[in-house]
């Protein structure tokens, strides 16, 4: 069984089809709880288990909402937090869109200005305990290519699962 789940863009397609735009399962169940994206199609007979619930895995997620996404990426708030996952870059919790803030690395107030490789995904918990001090968050702020999204490796669609074939038609 695929490890990876089909990720597709409100619009119901792929984000990107080379590389095919995939997380592993663990990130979509995090999507999935924080309302971030629906479940489109799930591993029949695949659960895991929590505390409080028992979830099916699943195996197609789609985005609540249509981010645009092309060639040329837009420098935008959506895209910051689809680049970095709805995934806090400091504390590495992802969260609902709504608790989520755009940080500046170097402070505004410090001459730090909008742009990929100053901003970064953080929740307002972060944000405020870093105020306008500089703090590294872990991995770099860069623009992000149309390739690099998602860090999908394969050059060729695979096709890990036999249930996303009707959705990837490129
Ligand atoms: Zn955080």
């Not at 789940?5 to 397609?13: F, Q, S, T």
């Not at 080379?18 to 997380?23: C, E, G």
């Not at 591993?43 to 028992?54: G, I, L, N, Q, Y």
Request: charged share 25%; hydrophobic share 35%; proline share 5%.
């Amino acid at each position: 069984m695929s490890q990876d789940c089909l990720l597709l863009n409100g619009n119901g397609k792929p984000i990107s089809y080379f590389p095919l735009s995939v997380v592993d399962w663990k990130t979509a169940i995090k999507l999935v709880v924080t309302r971030n994206v629906i479940i489109v199609r799930e591993h029949p007979d695949w659960f895991v288990h929590s505390p409080s619930m028992k979830l099916k895995v699943p195996s197609i997620i789609m985005l609540r909402k249509y981010y645009k996404y092309t060639n040329h990426v837009k420098f935008s708030r959506s895209n910051v937090f689809l680049r970095d996952m709805f995934t806090c870059q400091y504390c590495k919790e992802v969260f609902q869109r709504k608790e989520l803030t755009i940080d500046h690395i170097i402070p505004k107030s410090k001459g730090g200005g909008s742009s990929w490789e100053n901003v970064v995904t953080a929740c307002k918990e972060c944000n405020i305990a870093k105020a306008d001090k500089s703090l590294d968050p872990s991995p770099v702020a860069i623009k992000p290519s149309y390739k690099a999204l998602l860090k999908g490796q394969n050059s060729q669609i695979e096709y890990k699962d036999d249930m996303w074939r009707e959705y990837i038609v490129a």
